[in-house]
């Protein structure tokens, strides 16, 4: 404490001798210090001080020597101040610099100045610079930060929550941010960290990235998700909407949404925001557009009707072709197994392809024999599904496709359907009908010679 006298004692003689007042002391130091030929300085900042205003500076100068002008401060540390001001250290929690060294004069200027609040320097945020640089390279600044405002959430002096945080960290966000409080408040999925951990994703000062986010989508949504990284970054099939920049945001909303898994929009009206029009996969390889195979269609597959692409489609990555949730054979002909129907196999029962005669298990059957069986469950070149059926829609019933790919040539199929039965006239084989009740006695033809090569598509 001695040296914070001497240092007083120091600068006032120092500051008195610089200004070439030391020889014409006042003989009462009290009340006649702001004459014009002492310290009149004091009285011409913008703002003054109560008791400097008053010419009263013995509350705060004890005179040591009036004879050499000398003086101590009246009162030791913080008191001197706090005689006047006690409201500064009666919170929960000090700031540093009135805590350790109670020192007020850190920021202000104990006889006023042209700053607001006596303030040693320029502005509030110039003042908090001298000790902290919390938007150092940071290339976008949150609001207040840069109307230089730090007072507005922290007080500058001490406070009933941490970090010197003036509002319960809970509400702070929410005393400005209506517009999300209320999405909070009102929508019916609410993003867990967005229920008070806004830190979590947001640097409250800034950052150098848009929105004050700490990172970018996806990498962002990684930190916490690191699941649905491992499946968008290592799944045999991935999707591109997944792994661009970000990614995450393009289908769900960071904070809370009124549609199940926190999606922007229903699933369906998501999706069709790019597989609105046909896209090039790879060079040569197409992806048809969404739209177009359901447009005008009379049958809507069950699924699609309900706008259920998740019952077929993974949104993130996939181990299966198409981004299906399971197992369906891209080709026309596949050696039958079970396992690769599981797409199908998970809404209708595979028991329509496993017996060879029934009754009631399809009726794509002759009499009793099953059809599918016979068409499906061979060990060679078993037809797979898309040979005959569509999956998103159709104009036939049962969706029955109109054609078949054959090169680059689309074999027409002409399915008719009766009441008990139905036929086809497909180009590579002869016509040939069913009819559960009367079976058709097939006169034996040539086997059928079709020989459809083609990949993909439908
Ligand atoms: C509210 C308390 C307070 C009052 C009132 C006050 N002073 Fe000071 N004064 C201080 C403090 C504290 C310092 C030391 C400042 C520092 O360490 O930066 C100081 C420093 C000084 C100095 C040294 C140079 C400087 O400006 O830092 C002079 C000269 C001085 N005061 C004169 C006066 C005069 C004259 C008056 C009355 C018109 C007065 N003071 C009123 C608290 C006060
Ligand atoms: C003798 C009483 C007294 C002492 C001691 C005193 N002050 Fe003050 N202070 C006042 C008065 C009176 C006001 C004017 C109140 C007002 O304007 O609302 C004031 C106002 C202030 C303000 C507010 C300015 C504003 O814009 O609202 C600050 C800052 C301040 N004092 C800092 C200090 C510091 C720092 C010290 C210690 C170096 C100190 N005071 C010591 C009486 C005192
Ligand atoms: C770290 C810097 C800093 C220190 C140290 C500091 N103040 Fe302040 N003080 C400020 C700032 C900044 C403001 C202006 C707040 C605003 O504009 O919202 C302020 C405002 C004030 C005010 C005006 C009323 C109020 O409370 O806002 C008073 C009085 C005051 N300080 C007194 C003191 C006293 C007494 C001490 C020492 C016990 C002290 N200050 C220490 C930065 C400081
Ligand atoms: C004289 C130096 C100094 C000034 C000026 C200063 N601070 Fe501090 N501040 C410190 C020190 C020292 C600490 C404690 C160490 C740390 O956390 O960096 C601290 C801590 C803090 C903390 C963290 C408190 C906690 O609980 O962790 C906040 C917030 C803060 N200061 C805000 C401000 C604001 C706002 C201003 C301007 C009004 C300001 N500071 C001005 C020195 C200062
Ligand atoms: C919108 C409110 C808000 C404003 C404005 C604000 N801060 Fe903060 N500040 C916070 C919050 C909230 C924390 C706590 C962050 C955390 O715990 O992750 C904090 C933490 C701090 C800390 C503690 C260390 C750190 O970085 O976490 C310091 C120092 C600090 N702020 C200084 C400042 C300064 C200086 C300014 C003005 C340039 C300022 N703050 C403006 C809300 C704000
Ligand atoms: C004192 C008022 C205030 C408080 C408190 C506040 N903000 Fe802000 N915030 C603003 C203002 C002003 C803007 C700028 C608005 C604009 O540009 O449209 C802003 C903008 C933002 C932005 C968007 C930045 C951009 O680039 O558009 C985010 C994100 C944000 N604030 C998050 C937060 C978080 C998180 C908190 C709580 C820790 C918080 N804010 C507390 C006033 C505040
Ligand atoms: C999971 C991460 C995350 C959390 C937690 C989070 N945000 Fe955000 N916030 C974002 C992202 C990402 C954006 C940018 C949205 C965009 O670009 O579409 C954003 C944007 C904002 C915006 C700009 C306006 C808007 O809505 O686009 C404000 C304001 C905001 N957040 C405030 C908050 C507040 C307040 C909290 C805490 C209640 C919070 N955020 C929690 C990620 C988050
Ligand atoms: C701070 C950690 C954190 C971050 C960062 C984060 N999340 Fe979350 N998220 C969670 C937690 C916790 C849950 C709830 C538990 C769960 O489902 O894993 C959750 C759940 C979700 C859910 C499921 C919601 C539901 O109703 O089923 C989605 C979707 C989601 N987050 C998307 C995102 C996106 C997009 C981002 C990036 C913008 C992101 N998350 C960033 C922590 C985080
Ligand atoms: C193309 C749209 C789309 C994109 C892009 C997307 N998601 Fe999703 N996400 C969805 C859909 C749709 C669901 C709901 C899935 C369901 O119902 O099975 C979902 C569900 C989730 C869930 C909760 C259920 C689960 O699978 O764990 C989390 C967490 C999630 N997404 C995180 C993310 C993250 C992180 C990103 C960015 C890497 C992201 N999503 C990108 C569409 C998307
Ligand atoms: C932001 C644009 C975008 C959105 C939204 C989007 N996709 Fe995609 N999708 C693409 C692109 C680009 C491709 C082709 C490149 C690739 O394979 O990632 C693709 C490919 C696909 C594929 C074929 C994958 C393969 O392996 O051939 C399927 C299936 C698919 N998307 C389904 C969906 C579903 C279902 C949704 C809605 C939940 C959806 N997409 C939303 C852009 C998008
Ligand atoms: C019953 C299962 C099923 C449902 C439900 C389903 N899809 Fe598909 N989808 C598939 C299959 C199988 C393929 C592969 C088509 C092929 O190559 O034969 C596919 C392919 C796609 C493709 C790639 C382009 C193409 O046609 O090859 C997109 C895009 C797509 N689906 C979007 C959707 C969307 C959006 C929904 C929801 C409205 C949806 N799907 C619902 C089974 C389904
Ligand atoms: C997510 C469940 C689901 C999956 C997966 C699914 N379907 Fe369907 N499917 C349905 C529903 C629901 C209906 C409508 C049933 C009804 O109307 O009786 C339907 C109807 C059909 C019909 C027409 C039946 C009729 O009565 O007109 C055919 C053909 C069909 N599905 C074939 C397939 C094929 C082939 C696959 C595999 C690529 C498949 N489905 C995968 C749910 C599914
Ligand atoms: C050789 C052509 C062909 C193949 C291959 C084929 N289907 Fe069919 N499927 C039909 C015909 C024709 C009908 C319509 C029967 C009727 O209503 O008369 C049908 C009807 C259906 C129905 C409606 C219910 C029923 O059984 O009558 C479902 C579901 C179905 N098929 C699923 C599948 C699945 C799953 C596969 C692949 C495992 C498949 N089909 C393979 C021709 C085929």
């Not at 609040?117 to 150092?136: G, Y």
């Not at 207040?144 to 002096?157: D, F, L, M, Q, R």
């Not at 008719?416 to 069913?434: D, F, I, M, Q, V």
Request: charged share 25%.
């Amino acid at each position: 404490m001695l040296k914070r006298i001497d240092k007083f004692v120091i600068l006032l003689i120092s500051a008195l001798v610089s200004s070439g007042f030391a020889v014409e002391k006042p003989t009462t130091p009290q009340g006649t210090c702001l004459t014009a030929e002492c310290h009149a300085d004091y009285s011409k900042r913008a703002y003054v001080h109560g008791p400097t205003a008053l010419g009263d500076c013995k509350v705060c100068h004890k005179p040591l020597n009036p004879q050499e002008h000398t003086y101590e401060p009246a009162r030791e540390g913080p008191d001197l101040c706090q005689y006047c001001h006690l409201d500064q250290t009666t919170k929960k929690y000090l700031h540093d610099p009135l805590e350790k060294k109670g020192d007020c004069v850190q920021c202000h200027d104990p006889h006023g100045s042209d700053n607001n609040s006596f303030l040693s320097s320029r502005t509030v945020a110039d003042s908090c610079k001298e000790c902290h640089e919390v938007t150092k390279d940071m290339k976008f600044l949150h609001g207040p930060i840069a109307a230089g405002e730090c007072t507005v959430c922290h007080n500058p002096h001490g406070s009933d929550y941490e970090r010197l945080l003036d509002i319960d960290p809970n509400e702070l966000c929410f005393t400005c941010h209506e517009v999300t409080m209320n999405e909070l408040k009102k929508f019916e999925f609410v993003h867990e960290p967005a229920k008070g951990e806004c830190t979590g994703c947001h640097d409250v000062h800034g950052a150098n990235n848009a929105q004050m986010l700490i990172d970018e989508a996806p990498k962002l949504c990684y930190s916490c998700h690191e699941d649905i990284q491992k499946i968008a970054e290592t799944s045999k099939y991935k999707h591109s909407a997944v792994t661009e920049k970000d990614s995450c945001l393009l289908c769900h909303t960071p904070h809370a949404s009124t549609v199940k898994s926190g999606l922007k929009d229903t699933p369906i009206k998501l999706c069709m925001t790019c597989h609105d029009k046909p896209i090039e996969k790879s060079k040569g390889e197409i992806l048809e557009a969404f739209t177009a195979q359901i447009e005008g269609k009379k049958f809507l597959h069950g699924p699609v009707a309900e706008q259920d692409c998740a019952g077929c489609h993974t949104s993130h990555g996939s181990e299966h072709f198409r981004l299906l949730v399971k197992e369906y054979p891209p080709q026309f002909y596949a050696p039958f197994s079970k396992e690769n129907y599981g797409l199908c196999f998970s809404c209708h029962s595979e028991s329509m392809v496993l017996t060879r005669e029934t009754k009631n298990l399809t009726d794509f059957r002759n009499g009793n024999v099953n059809l599918h069986f016979l068409h499906v469950n061979k060990e060679r070149r078993g037809r797979t599904c898309r040979s005959c059926h569509t999956t998103h829609a159709s104009n036939l019933p049962r969706h029955i496709r109109k054609s078949v790919p054959y090169g680059k040539w689309e074999l027409p199929v002409q399915y008719k359907k009766t009441k008990t039965g139905g036929s086809c006239e497909p180009g590579c084989h002869l016509p040939y009908a069913y009819d559960r009740r009367a079976p058709v006695e097939y006169k034996k033809p040539k086997p059928p010679t079709a020989n459809a090569t083609t990949k993909g598509g439908q």
